[in-house]
């Protein structure tokens, strides 16, 4: 694969890195909209739970979300290098600095969420059954860690299809697990919404188990090596240097959504519901986005680790485009079949009506926002992460959250008005940051000389 990503059609190898991440997307899609699928005939307050308590978990995984970039890209310019030392060596330091982070976070998640969810000010009805989902994915974050590791160092690699086998056996496992724990089918106790907390966990834990297994016999791009698990200064430093605005982004982009939650939830339980069926739609409707972004960030990061920077710019530019023309069609079927994609989850007419609205608004703004996350992979498999970091906090805190309060409470559109503001930021952070790659400072790489020969691969 590498030889393809520095030599081969541009567009033919974007697709051939992206459709295993685009399958592996709508099979975390599934996720969610499996849990909504069965919450939702338990009742409106058992299927906003998870909605309510999701922001402040991905709150939580960002951090590991951020890390991970930095191991793909660190890991995508060893390859395009050709060091096979530098490719394991930071791989084992990527993992190892993850699952430590991923213990910390799982302990402050569990104790911090009955404070988070009331300073959010969660409905009462849905507060405790949010408390219990909060805590029980809290407790899994270092198996779920452990899939974020797997999959951005073998990504960095150019290897998207073992963890599209992964997450499909892992999908497959939740949907067998949900309806089982959720209404106690068999012999085991009816658990609802922490039921279906358990069922997440156990199945990423399956995931993050053999994902481990093969980074350890060394059967992929990557190999765990022992002497390089223990933490080393020098090599955290440069995880730290690249992923701490990655981090922050997320981190930012996540503590927004907490508080952008709280406006939704500040309408009741109808318009969380909504949103919530809406998130997921618009998440299942996002494969094209990350699998695009995921191979811009492995073909622009192995072209610049092999000093390949016209070809660098080529990639970036016509994966671009590509990630927004697909997107303009999802949007416009998004829209046309609005009102049977709600019905497939609830029958609530309230919710509904409510649900077709947002899609009907929010919708359009997806390429935009296709835009802004395409533009953001360029920067990160460059290794330059401060000006997405920079835009992607200006785009959800000075436009998203400040524009959704003040349409929907101070000018009292109610709802309308939040559509309106989320919408808002994406048409302009999309632009705002494709304008900034056009300077083009991005174009430099990041590792220095091989240490040792990379042996390609197909």
């Given at each position: ?128 059954l949010a408390v ?106 440069r995880i730290l ?206 590792v220095g000389e ?9």
């Amino acid at each position: 694969m590498r030889e393809r990503i520095l030599e081969g059609p541009i567009l033919r190898t974007m697709l051939v890195l992206a459709w295993p991440v685009m399958v592996s997307n709508a099979l975390q899609a599934l996720y969610n909209l499996i849990d909504a699928f069965w919450l939702g005939k338990v009742s409106t307050e058992a299927l906003s739970a998870p909605t309510v308590a999701w922001p402040v978990i991905f709150t939580f995984m960002s951090l590991g979300i951020g890390f991970q970039v930095a191991g793909s890209a660190i890991v995508a310019q060893h390859t395009g290098a050709g060091d096979r030392k530098g490719v394991d060596r930071a791989g084992s330091q990527v993992f190892s600095f993850l699952f430590l982070l991923s213990a910390a976070l799982g302990l402050l998640g569990w104790g911090a969420a009955p404070w988070v969810l009331r300073w959010m000010g969660t409905p009462p009805d849905i507060y405790p059954l949010a408390v219990s989902y909060l805590r029980i994915v809290s407790l899994g974050f270092p198996l779920m860690y452990g899939t974020f590791a797997f999959t951005g160092l073998l990504m960095g690699a150019g290897d998207t299809r073992t963890p599209m086998y992964l997450m499909g056996a892992s999908v497959i496992a939740n949907a067998v697990l949900d309806p089982f724990l959720i209404f106690g089918w068999g012999p085991l106790p009816e658990l609802g919404v922490a039921g279906a907390a358990l069922a997440t966990v156990s199945s990423r834990g399956v995931a993050a188990c053999v994902g481990i297994w093969l980074l350890s016999t060394g059967r992929v791009g990557v190999r765990l090596r022992l002497r390089w698990l223990l933490p080393r200064w020098r090599e955290i430093s440069r995880i730290l240097r690249v992923g701490t605005p990655n981090a922050v982004d997320h981190m930012a982009t996540s503590l927004g959504f907490v508080v952008l939650m709280g406006l939704v939830a500040g309408f009741g339980t109808v318009v969380v519901a909504a949103y919530g069926i809406g998130q997921r739609i618009i998440h299942f409707l996002n494969v094209a986005i990350w699998g695009a972004t995921t191979a811009l960030l492995t073909m622009v990061g192995q072209n610049l680790g092999a000093g390949q920077f016209d070809r660098a710019e080529k990639i970036a530019y016509r994966g671009i485009r590509s990630t927004v023309g697909v997107l303009l069609f999802v949007s416009v079927a998004a829209f046309l079949l609005r009102e049977p994609l709600y019905r497939l989850f609830i029958v609530d007419p309230r919710v509904i009506a409510e649900g077709k609205r947002f899609l009907g608004i929010f919708g359009f703004s997806v390429p935009f926002f296709g835009l802004f996350a395409a533009t953001s992979s360029v920067f990160r498999g460059a290794g330059h992460t401060v000006p997405p970091m920079v835009f992607s906090v200006v785009r959800l805190w000075g436009l998203r959250i400040f524009s959704s309060w003040a349409l929907g409470y101070a000018a009292g559109l109610g709802p309308l008005g939040l559509w309106i503001g989320m919408s808002l930021s994406n048409y302009l952070g999309g632009l705002g940051l494709y304008l900034w790659l056009k300077r083009g400072t991005w174009k430099r790489r990041l590792v220095g000389e091989p240490e040792g020969a990379l042996v390609a691969s197909d």
